[in-house]
């Protein structure tokens, strides 16, 4: 088996890609005064470390021990509360953000009562809004009968999980480039065969390395696989 960590692998995409630099600015339009930040399955924090306002209060919620370790080594790092979403014990926060999370999808309603409940002012979603696999990593690279995910749009799976009196009061989008730096293709390829569950005799596998080589363009770090991506920020305001 491939030794790719799929968080990690995530996680160093974001930095390689532009997503904070098209995200944030987003956010920082649609929310102004952030404040005391309360970041909901922070991930690397990066875009929560983008966001946070100096001198007010960051928050991370997040159980994995990968994304623990990579937001303990930022350079100010948030406050860590290393259980999951449902059982978080956390004081009320002015802004609620949460980034591309699972719950979006199969839990929309008592993931939105949740944060609503931790949220003094506003609460913003960032969910996917392109068409498209959502789940393995660099799917998006592959032909959709190899990874045989649901392309539906996640913010169509979101709003669809809410009812119409909890819908946002904003939504925006923002267009940005999944950039994934990896040094070596045949490495990841093989990673991505692994998670697919293709066997060593599959004959996929060699077919799956020449279409992510014809893809990959050279990079410092190795080569880069690029995808277009769009989010939606979804924004719910406090009476």
């Known amino acids: 088996m491939s030794s790719f960590d799929p968080l990690e692998l995530y996680a160093s995409a974001i930095d390689t890609s532009d997503y904070v630099a098209r995200i944030a600015p987003l956010v920082r339009r649609l929310v102004p005064d ?14 929560g470390a983008a966001l946070r306002g100096r001198g007010h209060r960051w928050t991370a919620i997040e159980p994995s021990p990968t994304m623990i370790r990579r937001l303990a080594r930022l350079h100010s790092p948030p406050r860590i ?9 956390v004081a009320a926060h002015d ?20 944060c609503l409940a931790w949220a003094r002012r506003t609460i913003v979603w960032i969910v ?6 959502r789940g393995l990593c660099f799917a998006a690279c592959l ?11 996640g913010i169509d ?6 009812p119409a009196a ?5 939504i925006a989008f923002a267009e940005w480039t999944f950039s994934g730096v990896v040094a070596d293709v045949s490495a990841l390829a093989a990673y991505l065969a692994d998670r697919l569950g293709w066997s060593r005799e599959d004959e996929r596998r060699s ?20 995808i277009p991506r769009k989010s939606a920020a979804l924004v719910w305001r406090q009476a």
């Open 143 to 153: 032909p959709a009968e190899w990874h045989g995910e649901d392309e539906t749009p």
């Open 166 to 170: 909890s819908r946002p009061h904003d």
């Open 207 to 226: 077919l799956l390395t020449t279409h992510l080589v014809r893809q990959a363009k050279p990079d410092a770090g190795g080569w880069r696989l690029d």
């Open 128 to 133: 996917p809004a392109h068409a498209g696999p």
């Open 81 to 89: 509360v290393t259980e999951g979403w449902q059982t978080a014990d």
């Open 157 to 162: 799976l979101v709003l669809d999980g809410l």
């Open 34 to 47: 952030v404040g005391e930040l309360l970041d909901v399955g922070a991930g690397g924090g990066q875009l």
């Open 95 to 114: 802004t609620v953000l949460a980034a591309t999370m699972p719950a979006f999808l199969d839990r929309a309603r008592p993931f939105l009562e949740r």
